[in-house]
């Protein structure tokens, strides 16, 4: 199940060092590290950019202008280096002191695509004359999670430098991170440590390869590689056998399974596994993740969970593993959308809202052409769910204002949706781009040709079909503002009636302000309020007890959210006592929502990726939903899910089903993910 952070490492990792057999190492413990080594190199030394000169505890790497980055992925830490696309780019690299005789390196690679060309050399300057050592054109791996580990002997002469030359398509390139400089192992291969991992990562319908639990297989020594021949495991913890479609057990790296060839494959019903295949190992860690595939029509009250058994070798060692599973299991969600889905490359910006019939109406980003955003071929798309998000209907196209390529694609996007509860008339808002008139090409002036433009439309048959669309920026931007959008997420209707949607705006100054428009009259005219606080942009809006509005917003300050209050329509604001302080934030859209329960009485709700904390650095990934029992003035860890803990582009939006549940509907890396929650889990007594 879902773990709050208190408990998250346990939940992470969990070691299970061996102490059976003739292949462990003395003690069963893994070898220890040269301490004349250099230190491995991470690459976060600077900011992220391009490189030309960076000095590590390891060295000194050079580069010409234009052949290589400091790049936001990663293997550990949160950055790496990265060769960038074109031909022949070059990284050299001068050790800090000279590798002695029976020295190696080591470092993880990724390919940054599939597409040819790509050659990736590795030369020693030994003396006057470079020495190719390595040639990686078949080696590395195309992957999202470095899964080539790579190791080459140094030559016994001392190299003075290294260098590192790729050649790839354009934009494209290859990345590297954690280098190290060690002694060469020696000795037949051991195996030093058995370790299963469970991350929080959510098993979705419609998606295949869902992971479930990680296994480490740490291996020492280089003569006689050992290979696995067989992984023995269960699906005990796991509600319903028969919803579970296919188990496989696939090679990847420890932030989950690669896009490589399985390692084995079985049926699941049973509950019990055994994927047979051979896989051999080499020094340091190995990576292997049960991955499973659900049935359509699987629960999402449902738990998908694993256990390792044993490993067994190709010599017949059998080795068991002692904690084969860490405490908790994977909770079922729905892909709603998935990249390729009606041929689109990427779904982000999701918005989610319910009926008074109790329809959920998603809506979100069609980026047709790729990840970025507007200006772009982007439209807002919607999938309507009629059983509280168990299925959803297949897509409509809700706002396109077209595709011409002389205007760059006439995208809108970023949507916000919103019930008004008088009529059920359904409200979505979006942002249009005739041409470059988005966050940084938009000026001054009213038309879509100098500005962006504030576009409604709305439904009054529960989403099956809608108006068209409706240019409101008449109403409510000022003419010397460079640009007026919406949420994006989800508006609300207070109790008097009156419409609300989050809204921001860039002023003359381009400083961005978080805000509101509203409607009194049901949508038919709009009225905008003033700013909450320069750097502020997406917002969430609630209606607490007291009648006064919250606004909790997106600071590009960074470290921790904005919020304020307001009691005449965003005319004035005041900081809230938990302004910049009770939720920490890592620069990027969260959701708000007020429930008044029955039984837990009054609930404010918080999803956003859950960094940075001490430890933690920033990032979106970590997803986690946040309650507060006093109109938002504490947020108790005890009360913080973490629902997801995988990178992703971090948007989310939350919204009540009936009168117990919540959903929220999600981005994972270009796709857009729906889970569900009682309420009664989210609110374990502190």
């Not at 960076?54 to 992925?73: D, F, K, Q, S, V």
């Not at 192992?185 to 098993?203: F, N």
């Not at 920026?473 to 109790?495: F, H, N």
Request: aromatic share 6%; hydrophobic share 40%.
């Amino acid at each position: 199940m879902s773990q709050s952070p208190a408990n998250l490492g346990r939940v992470i990792a969990r070691m299970a060092l061996l102490g059976a057999a003739a292949l462990l190492c003395p003690s069963g413990a893994a070898q220890k590290p040269d301490p004349q080594a250099p230190p491995k190199t991470s690459f976060e030394e600077r900011a992220a950019g391009e490189l030309t000169l960076l000095e590590t505890a390891a060295g000194r790497w050079t580069a010409a202008p234009g052949n290589a980055a400091i790049a936001n992925y990663f293997k550990s830490g949160r950055q790496c280096l990265r060769l960038l696309g074109g031909e022949n780019r070059t990284v050299e690299f001068t050790p800090a002191t000279p590798a002695p005789d029976g020295s190696q390196i080591s470092f993880w690679a990724e390919r940054w695509t599939a597409r040819e060309p790509f050659r990736f050399r590795i030369e020693a300057l030994l003396g006057a004359e470079w020495k190719e050592i390595y040639a990686g054109d078949q080696e590395v791996k195309v992957g999202r999670h470095f899964l080539s580990r790579v190791t080459i002997p140094l030559p016994e002469a001392t190299a003075q430098k290294l260098r590192f030359v790729c050649t790839s398509p354009a934009n494209a390139g290859l990345l590297l991170d954690d280098f190290e400089i060690t002694r060469r192992p020696s000795g037949p291969m051991k195996i030093a440590g058995l370790t299963t991992v469970q991350p929080v990562m959510p098993v979705l319908i419609r998606k295949t390869n869902n992971p479930v639990l990680g296994l480490r297989i740490e291996a020492e020594g280089a003569l006689n590689p050992l290979e696995v021949t067989e992984v023995r495991a269960t699906l005990d913890g796991t509600t319903r056998l028969r919803e579970v479609r296919a188990a496989r057990l696939l090679p990847g790296a420890p932030k989950g399974p690669g896009s490589g060839s399985e390692f084995g494959s079985t049926v699941a019903s049973a509950g019990v596994l055994s994927f047979k295949g051979r896989q051999a190992l080499a020094p340091g860690e190995n990576w292997f993740w049960i991955c499973v595939d659900l049935a359509e029509d699987a629960s999402l009250e449902g738990r998908v969970d694993a256990t390792v058994d044993a490993i067994v070798l190709d010599n017949g060692t059998v080795l068991p593993v002692k904690d084969g599973s860490p405490a908790g299991a994977q909770r079922i969600g729905v892909a709603v959308r998935k990249r390729g889905d009606d041929g689109v490359a990427n779904y982000r910006i999701p918005g989610l809202a319910a009926t008074q019939k109790g329809t959920l109406i998603g809506v979100y980003d069609i980026r047709r052409a790729g990840g970025g955003d507007l200006p772009g071929d982007i439209d807002v798309g919607m999938s309507r769910s009629a059983d509280g998000g168990r299925t959803w209907e297949p897509m409509r196209v809700i706002m396109d204002m077209g595709s011409d390529p002389k205007w760059r694609g006439d995208g809108i996007g970023d949507p916000a949706v919103l019930v008004d509860p008088a009529n059920n008339r359904i409200w979505v808002a979006g942002l249009w781009s005739h041409g470059d008139r988005a966050w940084s090409g938009s000026g001054p002036g009213m038309t879509p040709e100098e500005t962006g433009q504030l576009i409604l439309v709305h439904s009054d048959d529960d989403g099956l079909t809608w108006s068209k669309p409706i240019n409101i920026t008449g109403q409510v931007k000022k003419p010397e503002w460079r640009l007026l959008l919406q949420g994006p997420g989800r508006g609300i209707a207070l109790k008097d009636g009156t419409l609300v949607f989050a809204a921001q705006f860039k002023d003359a100054q381009k400083i961005p302000h978080s805000t509101l428009i509203y409607s009194w009259d049901h949508g038919k005219t709009w009225v905008i309020g003033t700013g909450v606080k320069s750097q502020t942009t997406e917002a969430q809006i609630v209606e607490l007890g007291d009648g006064s509005i919250m606004i909790n917003c997106r600071d590009d300050r960074g470290g921790a959210r904005t919020i304020a209050t307001t009691r005449d329509l965003g005319k004035t604001w005041t900081l809230h006592p938990t302004d910049r302080k009770a939720l920490n934030e890592p620069v990027c859209m969260a959701s708000l929502l007020r429930i008044e329960h029955p039984k837990f009485g009054p609930l404010l709700l918080f999803s956003n990726p859950n960094t940075p904390l001490p430890g933690v650095p920033r990032g979106r990934y970590n997803m986690t939903i946040k309650v507060s029992t006093d109109e938002g003035m504490t947020w108790p860890e005890a009360r913080h899910t973490l629902y997801d803990s995988r990178l992703g582009a971090g948007y989310s939006c939350l919204t009540p089903i009936g009168e117990n549940h919540v959903g929220v509907l999600y981005e994972g890396l270009n796709e857009i993910f729906f889970l569900r929650f009682s309420l009664e889990e989210l609110m374990r007594a502190p």
